[in-house]
Every structure is written in C-alpha cells, then in structure tokens.
C-alpha cells in the first residue's frame, strides 16, 4: 500500500478531502462494527479498513487515509456484515449504462443452462478455494454499485446570473431521457444532458426560462417486479422516473454524457445560465429519510452545481424546515402549498417559496370539456396570486395525460404497464372530442387542435406561473398511457418528428409566450384587487359578460369576459379577454371609450394574428364556439373625446329641437 492510515475527520460526513488527506465518515448505531471498503479499479481485491469512532461522538465512524491515490478506487462501507453505498457520495459507479442487464438479479437474467455434472465440478472447485479469487475479481467489476470520488475543479462563470423574477418565469419541466431519446439519428448525446443543451436555444424560442427536471440524482432504474405484474418479459420493466429513495448526492451516470463526468451537468446549467434560464430540480424524499440530510442534499446542488431552486416532494414539515434554511436563501423552492402567513414572515429568511399543485388542472380541465366546471373557479384560478409566494400554473405534467390526450381520450390506457390497467389515475376530467384515441376524421382532429390551443392560452393568458409538461408544445401523444413510469420508448420519448401540425403548434407557444411578455397586466406578481385602488378610472381587472360590468356567476354560464386596465401596470393600453367555452358563439359586452384591436383567436389558423386587425369603436365582439380570444384597447385621447362629447351632444340637441 502506498498510502498510510490516520485519524478521519467526523465533522463532515461522506468523503473530505484536505491536503493529501482523505477522510471517511459514516453514521452507524453504538457498538457497530464498519470497515471502509477500497475497490482498486484494477479488480484486484478489495482493500478492508477499520473504522472507529473518536471521542464521545459514539455513532460517527470515520477513518483517515494520507497519500490514496483516489483516482484509481472506488468505495463502499460494510456495516455489521452488510456493504452499503455512501449516502454523501458525489459519483456512483456501476450504473454508467441506463438499464444495464448485469445489475439484475440471477433469477431475472437469462444464464445460459450448466448440465448437473458441470455444476458439481464448479462446486468442488469452490470449496477447494480455486474459484475465491476469480469471484472476489467478479465481485469487483460491472453490476455492483460502488461509491466513487468526485473533487472537481470545475471553473464556473455565471456570478453575474440573478436568476427570473416570479412574474417572468415560464415552466418546462422534462426528462432527461425522455427529452431527448427520441431525437433523430443514434448520436450517443441521446438520453444525456449533453442532448438537453443542444436544444437550449430551442427552448429559449418556446419563451422558456426555467426548466424544471424531474430527479437527476442517481437512482436504480431496474425495476423488480411484484406479485401484481406480470412476470413475462421482466427485463423491459424500467423505472424511467426516479421518484424512489436513491443517492440524493450524486448525478446519474447514465444522464452524464461523455465519460460519465458530473461537470457535463455543470455545462449544462452554466450553458442555461448564460441564456438567463433557470435550473430547478424534483427531489423525492419519502418520509423515513433524515430531514438533516434532505438540508445537506439540498443545499450542496444549490452550492455545488449552482442549482437555482428545487421541487420537493415529501413532508410538509421538512418543506417548511427548508422554507427557514437561510443558506437556500437565494433559491426558489416549490411544494404543494404554504400558508400566506408563513410565506410573508418577517423573521423567515429562506428561499422564495411557490405552490405546486393540480388545483389549477381540474378547475380548468372541468370548464375546458364542459363536465360540471364553474366558471366562479375558473374566474378565480386565472388570478391566483399571492404577494410572497408564486403559484404554478398546468394542465398537464408527467403525472397524467400529456396536454393532445386530454382532449383524444376518455378513459386511460395504461395496459402496457401490466398492471391491468389499474394504475394511474382513474379521475382525468378529460373527453375523447367524438372518438377514443387516433383518429383520422377531419372534424375530430380540428376541434382537439381548438382545444389544445384553449388549453395553452388559459395557461399563458392566467396570472400565475405557466408551465408547459415535455412534448405538448408539439401535440405529443402518449396513446392514452396516464402513467408512463415505465415506458422507455416512444409512448414515454418526446416526439421529435416536425409534421406541419407540430410546428404550427410550436409557433403559436412562441406567439404566446411573445403575448405574455409583452403585457405585464396579464401576469402581474401582486393579486389583483378588483377595484380602482388607485383612482386611476377603472379596476384594477373586472369581470364582464354580454352586459358591460356585469356578472351574474350564479348561473354558471360556459364564458367569461376579463378586462385588464393598463394604467395599473403602468401602460396606456387595456386588454379584454374573451373565454367561451360554449358550443354555440357568445356576444361579450367591451367597455366604451376605446378602440379595439384583434390580437388572438383560437378558431383561427394561426391563432395569434401576425397584423392586428382593427375592430374600431365596437362596443360589442362576438367569440366563435369554444374559442379564446384577446382583444387590445386603446382609449381615445382628450382632444378627441371632447370632440366626441361635443358631437354627442350637438346631436341630442338637435334631436330635442326637432322633437318640439
């Protein structure tokens, strides 16, 4: 050995490094019995090392190696005879390729057949202990997950980054495999992050400004089946998702890219970095995990790989833990819900703090296929916003139907999971428009695209934050699969092929998300009031029907007119949305006093004009059949008011006279 044994440091847990000094330290309970396991990267046997705990710390073992040549081990821990990966490893080995059939159990794999006789040679060979060292050497090589080191000396340039005020985000949330497997050719970037930075500059095109990426850390995607799965075939059963306990410190090998090198996921985000994007990324934490180490995970990717904010998935206790960690105070942190008291807290100093949730999904999904929605709730999830935290608006993610299915399916189709089609929700408020799943009939296809523009607009048009789920700014289809876990494969692949339909759609997410910014009425960060508080005319944001100013929600007819006042978002300009969400045309009362312009009509193609088409002084618009359209007003300066006044009223005087 060209390396001496020393005193660890048990301050720090995981792999330290100081000087030639490397450190090990693993918590186990009192009186345990752990030895650091070094594996030579040559497969030679592995190396076995006591560890010990010092002082009265009695449930920290550690152990100090001067002088390891660290770049030719890997590692594990043996606790009480059993080995076990570090939980603060930086690098897993052993998983470098995506569903690697060594890593599956003996009984899962397909082993050639060994006659009797053979079998009992190897056996006696065994005990004689001619076969020790060839299996300590298989022991050692690919299918046993290993811990590795990782000290990188990767150069970041992105000080100058702050990150996308809450008001200005827009969502893509993606798999890094299903992103990107189903790009053309068999370029190895594929199902790596090397493939999600090629496609920056299209994502930037869409309006995208946060990606939010469903679990990157290391996780075992082999999927042991249960009684409830069939048993045929088990080796195309993967857990594409990763929403299962895993090494929460490391990155997936296999979503690495060249050499398998963490810093590939580092020039990933550098790279969103310098387009003024965000990275934010999904972290599931069941219940039994420590909620010290879901900090520790939590603040080392913001720390160490520059991370911008985190989706959590777990307890609400440990979220609201993260919600007071002063050291994630630059970050943005997404759950289920906080409550308005805790997010304004004057002594919280945390990280900004968003709600993510389906609520905004059914309320809208509901008024879209007209099954028992309320307009009231549509009303109010279109300006949901609170003044400390932000809200994520969606009507489809990984966890469902993609966005075309809601509107091409009635019931789900999830038979290709093997679980009898009772995984998956059940409760999807989604209608098939005429008929269940592929069709080629002209009017079907035409009113799922009218839907699906629906769809995006209320996305892009509410107040919240909109997020677009992989694939459905193209019409990806998933064949009615709600739960596409396991799917490795074109049902779980986003779509890649570019048919006319497909860009269409593309180019109308563009045109939206250019709408969006350019009105910051429509996406203000502070909640409306529905009052001129200001004294400056008219509310703030007012609801409208076929009578001007006026909205009787109780009976809950299927449209809605919003009429966005400008001057409270210091612009000239007003916006009037119109939702009807009928299978007739609606007439929609517009306020006086202003000329009116066409920007967006989703019974149109394309939706949103390229010229605004003058509409003039109407104070009347009528909407086609479910449709969504948004209309600019300008209101008419001093000089030509008084005009218009004048005029009136010369005319009423003249009618007067001729009435006498």
Not at 170 to 192: E, W
Not at 229 to 242: A, F, H, L, S
Not at 270 to 299: G, T
Not at 441 to 448: A, D, H, P, S, T
């Amino acid at each position: 050995m060209n390396f001496q044994i020393c005193s660890g440091n048990q301050e720090k847990a995981g792999v330290t490094k100081k000087k030639d000094i490397i450190s090990f330290s693993r918590q186990a309970a009192r009186n345990s019995i752990c030895y650091l396991l070094l594996y030579p990267k040559d497969n030679s046997p592995a190396l076995k090392i006591p560890m010990k705990t010092q002082g009265n710390c009695d449930t920290v073992y550690t152990v100090g190696i001067q002088g390891l040549d660290w770049k030719n081990y890997d590692y594990n821990f043996e606790i009480n005879g059993e080995e076990v990966t570090d939980i603060y490893a930086r690098r897993i080995t052993g998983r470098e390729v995506w569903g690697d059939a060594a890593r599956r159990p003996r009984e899962q794999k397909n082993e050639p057949f060994v006659p009797q006789k053979e079998k009992r040679r190897m056996e006696q060979l065994q005990g004689k202990g001619i076969l020790a060292e060839k299996r300590q050497k298989e022991e050692n090589c690919a299918g046993k997950v290993k811990s590795s080191f990782y000290f990188s000396e990767f150069k970041w340039k992105d000080k100058v980054y702050e990150g996308v005020k809450k008001e200005d985000m827009v969502i893509y949330k993606l798999h890094v495999r299903g992103f990107s497997m189903g790009m053309p050719g068999n370029s190895p970037r594929r199902g790596t992050v090397e493939a999600v930075e090629r496609k920056l500059d299209y994502l930037k095109g869409l309006g995208i400004t946060t990606l939010l990426f469903m679990p990157v850390y290391e996780f075992e995607e082999i999927l042991l089946l249960d009684e409830s799965k069939e048993q045929t075939q088990p080796k195309d059963v993967i857990n594409c998702w990763g929403y299962t306990v895993g090494s929460y410190f490391a990155p997936k090998a296999s979503y690495l890219g060249k050499g398998n090198n963490p810093d590939n996921l580092k020039r990933l985000i550098q790279k969103m970095h310098e387009k003024q994007m965000e990275c934010i990324l999904e972290f599931y934490f069941p219940k039994k995990i420590n909620p010290h180490l879901i900090v520790d995970v939590l603040r080392y990717w913001n720390r160490e790989y520059h991370v911008d904010g985190f989706r959590l998935l777990g307890c609400p206790s440990v979220a609201e833990l993260l919600a007071q960690d002063s050291r994630l105070s630059g970050c943005k942190l997404f759950f289920d819900g906080f409550q308005e008291e805790f997010a304004k807290d004057s002594q919280r100093f945390g990280p900004r703090l968003f709600s993510y949730n389906e609520e905004f999904l059914y309320e809208v999904r509901k008024v879209l296929n007209r099954q028992s929605g309320s307009i009231y709730e549509f009303a109010c999830q279109m300006r949901r916003q609170q003044e400390h935290q932000g809200y994520v608006n969606f009507i489809a993610e990984n966890n469902g139907f993609t966005l075309w299915d809601v509107f091409s399916y009635e019931h789900k189709h999830n038979e290709l999971n093997r679980e009898g089609n009772r995984d998956g929700n059940n409760w999807n408020c989604s209608a098939n428009c005429g008929q269940e799943g592929i069709s080629r009939k002209r009017q079907v296809n035409e009113l799922r695209r009218r839907q699906v523009k629906n769809a995006l607009a209320v996305v892009f048009l509410a107040q919240g934050i909109p997020m677009i789920w992989m694939g459905d700014e193209c019409g990806n289809s998933q064949r009615g699969n709600n739960n596409a876990y396991c799917q490795d494969n074109e049902t779980g692949w986003k779509d890649w092929k570019r048919t006319t339909a497909s860009r269409q759609l593309i180019s109308y997410v563009e045109k939206l998300s250019t709408l969006r910014s350019a009105y910051p009425m429509l996406r203000s960060s502070h909640p409306f009031q529905m009052q001129d508080y200001g004294n400056k005319g008219c509310p703030d944001l007012s609801y409208h029907s076929d009578g001007a100013w006026k909205m009787d929600f109780g009976m809950n007819r299927g449209f809605l007119g919003m009429f966005y006042f400008g001057a409270y978002a210091g612009r000239k300009e007003n916006l009037y949305v119109a939702w009807n969400f009928q299978t007739v045309p609606q007439k929609f009362a517009l306020p006086g006093g202003m000329k009116w312009k066409l920007l967006l009509n989703t019974a149109l193609e394309p939706a949103v004009l390229e010229e605004q088409e003058e509409l003039g002084e109407i104070r009347e618009f009528q909407a086609e059949e479910r449709s969504v359209c948004l209309l600019r007003g300008e209101a008419f300066s001093e000089e030509k008011t008084r005009k218009r006044r004048k005029k009136s009223e010369s005319t009423a005087a003249a009618a007067k006279g001729e009435k006498k």
